[in-house]
């Protein structure tokens, strides 16, 4: 997606060779004509998936999702991430290691927003190792429903979460993927 690779080299800065900060667009504030473009863009390329609901992590995942999940005119839903609550069983959960933080959190999802018959799409603003990925597919499977597919806005492909999320077989779209940080420099796929 061109317009967003061109934003990313404009405004994107790479803290190390291993983190892009996106904040003035992506990540605190929000460029709402991006966000619009970017739910457009996921439509077209799930939208013979028969997708029920759009599901997110809080709170960087919302407004890619909630953009995707207006094309589709179906309901988003962002997962929590809470303190374990063993007492609660009206809840999914599970934990999940944070990429930026170096920190585990517990992934919550109410049972009340998601059935065995959802097809569920996970939206999510970046894609590094996987993790929150792989711990939104547990809580969707783990409920009976399906992952039609998984789409990233910024994906850093020098890092493993592709090749995981692949290798169990699911359809794994990112409208950017970066190559390389290395040196201060932004690098894409092709
Ligand atoms: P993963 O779970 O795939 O290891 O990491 C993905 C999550 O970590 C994303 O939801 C995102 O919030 C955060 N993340 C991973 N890499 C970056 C990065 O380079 N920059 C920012 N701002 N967040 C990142």
Same mark, same amino acid.
């Given at each position: 997606?061109?317009?967003?690779?061109?934003?990313?080299?404009?405004?994107?800065?790479?803290?190390?060779?291993?983190?892009?900060?996106?904040?003035?667009?992506?990540?605190? /504030?929000?460029?709402?004509?991006?966000? #619009?473009?970017?739910?457009? @863009?996921?439509?077209?390329?799930?939208?013979?998936?028969?997708?029920?609901?759009?599901?997110?992590?809080? !709170? $960087?995942?919302?407004?890619?999702?909630?953009?995707?999940?207006?094309?589709? %005119?179906?309901?988003?839903?962002?997962?929590?991430?809470?303190?374990?609550?063993?007492?609660?069983?009206?809840?999914?959960?599970? @934990?999940?290691?944070?990429?930026? %933080? /170096?920190?585990?959190?517990?992934?919550?999802?109410?049972?009340?927003?998601?059935?065995?018959?959802?097809?569920?799409?996970?939206?999510?603003?970046?894609?590094?190792?996987?993790?929150?990925?792989?711990?939104?597919? %547990?809580?969707?499977?783990?409920?009976?429903? !399906?992952?039609?597919?998984?789409?990233?806005?910024?994906?850093?492909?020098? /890092?493993?979460?592709? #090749?995981?999320?692949?290798?169990?077989?699911?359809?794994?779209? !990112?409208?950017?993927?970066? $190559?390389?940080?290395?040196?201060? %420099?932004?690098?894409?796929?092709?």
């Amino acid at each position: 997606m061109d317009l967003l690779r061109n934003i990313i080299l404009r405004k994107g800065h790479v803290i190390n060779e291993d983190i892009l900060k996106v904040d003035s667009f992506l990540n605190h /504030q929000v460029d709402y004509e991006l966000m #619009k473009e970017i739910g457009k @863009e996921f439509f077209e390329y799930f939208k013979d998936k028969n997708i029920t609901k759009v599901f997110t992590i809080e !709170s $960087s995942g919302i407004a890619p999702a909630i953009m995707t999940a207006s094309e589709f %005119k179906v309901p988003m839903v962002f997962l929590k991430k809470q303190k374990p609550n063993t007492l609660n069983n009206n809840t999914y959960q599970t @934990e999940v290691k944070s990429f930026t %933080k /170096q920190t585990t959190y517990n992934l919550t999802l109410s049972k009340e927003y998601i059935n065995k018959n959802d097809n569920i799409l996970i939206i999510d603003d970046f894609l590094a190792n996987g993790e929150a990925a792989k711990g939104t597919i %547990k809580l969707v499977e783990d409920a009976g429903a !399906s992952v039609a597919g998984i789409g990233i806005v910024i994906e850093k492909s020098f /890092q493993p979460g592709r #090749k995981y999320l692949e290798e169990k077989g699911y359809d794994v779209y !990112s409208l950017a993927r970066i $190559s390389s940080l290395k040196d201060n %420099k932004i690098e894409f796929v092709n």
